[in-house]
T-cell receptor, first 109, second 114 residues
Framework: GQNIDQPTEMTATEGAIVQINCTYQ??????LFWYQQHAGEAPTFLSY??LDGLEEKGRFSSFLSRSKGYSYLLLKELQMKDSASYLC??????????WGAGTKLIIKP | DTAVSQTPKYLVTQMGNDKSIKCEQN?????MYWYKQDSKKFLKIMFS???????INETVPNRFSPKSPDKAHLNLHINSLELGDSAVYFC?????????????FGDGTRLSIL
């Protein structure tokens, strides 16, 4: 079966750095997305990785290792507004999206 | 300026009723989707339409029927509502091939069945 694993919840301190991991087992791979979802709001797109390596976008970076079935989202200089759920999503060989359950990130002052 | 808009935002109704949720996107995207997010926050795709044609129809009860009058609109009609239908329903759209383009989501419709 197809599976995505990410921690259910993480806590970090304002101003610090946090890494949210995602491992996946899917039938084929056509890319991995990260979305942010604030409580009561819609998911918003953060990043897309299809090749191995690190993609940096401001305070957020996303890393992919296809051979390990592994990705992480790195958030630097954490702000209170970064408190949200972070969803890992994989596109399989048929371009169907497999959604993870999300990691709830709690930022403390 | 709203990219993906869905109405209503809140829907409270009784078991057994029939209801519709509307969705419109002004991004010029080819593909539109309906998702269900339950109380555990797990997002599950229900339907996907590309240029008014159904391309993904996950295992959902046939009480749910999507309709796409044109590529900018994708409505969801639900017959004989059940308690388990209570959830947040999100409409989304993307450009081009499903699965390699980011999706833009509407604000969601919070459906509560009494």
């Amino acid at each position: 079966g197809q599976n995505i694993d990410q921690p259910t919840e993480m806590t970090a301190t304002e101003g610090a750095i946090v890494q949210i991991n995602c491992t996946y087992q899917t039938s084929g791979f056509n890319g991995l997305f990260w979305y942010q979802q604030h409580a009561g709001e819609a998911p918003t797109f953060l990043s897309y990785n299809v090749l191995d390596g690190l993609e940096e976008k401001g305070r957020f970076s996303s890393f992919l290792s296809r051979s390990k079935g592994y990705s992480y989202l790195l958030l630097k200089e954490l702000q209170m507004k970064d408190s949200a759920s972070y969803l890992c999503v994989v596109s399989d060989s048929n371009y169907q999206l497999i959604w993870g359950a999300g990691t709830k990130l709690i930022i403390k002052p | 300026d709203t990219a993906v808009s869905q109405t209503p935002k809140y829907l409270v109704t009784q078991m057994g009723n029939d209801k519709s949720i509307k969705c419109e996107q002004n991004l010029g995207h080819d593909t539109m989707y309906w998702y269900k997010q339950d109380s555990k926050k797990f997002l599950k795709i229900m339907f996907s339409y590309n240029n008014k044609e159904l391309i993904i129809n996950e295992t959902v009860p046939n009480r749910f029927s999507p309709k796409s009058p044109d590529k900018a609109h994708l409505n969801l009609h639900i017959n004989s509502l059940e308690l388990g239908d209570s959830a947040v329903y999100f409409c989304a759209s993307s450009q081009g091939v499903t699965g390699i383009q980011p999706q833009h989501f509407g604000d969601g419709t919070r459906l509560s069945i009494l």
